[in-house]
């Protein structure tokens, strides 16, 4: 491989960037894709399906065959909010793959014996997210019902292209919500991003049947599945 190939390979892997290395098999020649990079034509239509399934493959295009060696980052969810969805939630997405990180500034959920095995963070989220910030491959569950401590971490989400964000509460709790986020800047359609209610209608009752159907609604929207919102 260039030298100067695998020197950009390597950022975007500390940057937590999405890329591809494209090798043209008939002349063994590489590219570096990153995601968002203009490719036209059936290449370009087998780049964007890679990209979303995160598995490397061979395909042809163009009348010719190219190996398509996809480097994505593993996908992280945070949850704001130790409460007993997050219980249900948080092993069912180390399961599924997912780094899990749980931040509560409230010490009587937030405790080691509640979410044994995962990495948890009693702090306020400006704190315990600032030397790990949200990115695009971030999943954001804020489950606190307490705008103290959900709104924050929702803009950082929204302003960071997440590929992921939901928020607990009735029609009536996001419509209040809603209006706090637009009053501190954001835009129709970057609020329009927010998955609330959270989770498909499948309609679950427990933590552990909403948490179901938060994981499958996580797991949609990172492989850009077409599913429906409502039961």
Not at 64 to 90: D, K, T
Not at 124 to 134: G, N, Q, V
Not at 136 to 157: C, E, G, M
Request: charged letters at 25%; aromatic letters at 4%; hydrophobic letters at 50%.
């Amino acid at each position: 491989m260039d030298p100067n190939l695998l020197k950009k390979l390597n950022a975007a892997r500390r940057n937590r960037q999405a890329a591809v290395m494209v090798t043209d098999l008939g002349d063994g020649r590489d590219r570096l894709v990153m995601k968002g990079d203009p490719i036209a034509g059936e290449l370009g239509a087998a780049l964007t399906k890679v990209f979303a399934a995160g598995k490397s493959r061979m395909v042809e295009a163009e009348g010719r065959r190219f190996f398509l060696n996809v480097h994505v980052p593993a996908p992280r969810m945070v949850i704001i909010g130790a409460v007993h969805i997050s219980q249900a939630l948080a092993p069912m997405a180390r399961i599924a793959g997912y780094d899990v990180l749980v931040v509560d500034p409230r010490t009587a959920f937030a405790t080691t014996e509640r979410f044994e095995g995962t990495e948890l963070i009693a702090d306020w989220p400006e704190d315990a997210l600032k030397d790990r910030p949200i990115d695009a491959f971030t999943a954001l569950v804020a489950v606190t019902h307490d705008p103290k401590i959900d709104d924050w971490p929702l803009t950082q989400a929204l302003q960071a292209g997440a590929f992921y964000v939901g928020a607990l509460g009735s029609r009536k709790t996001h419509a209040r919500r809603v209006e706090r986020l637009t009053q501190a800047g954001l835009s129709e359609a970057e609020i329009g991003h927010i998955a609330a209610p959270i989770g498909l209608g499948i309609g679950a009752q427990s933590p552990a049947e909403i948490a179901v159907a938060v994981l499958a609604q996580v797991i949609a929207a990172l492989r850009r599945a077409d599913v429906p919102e409502e039961a």
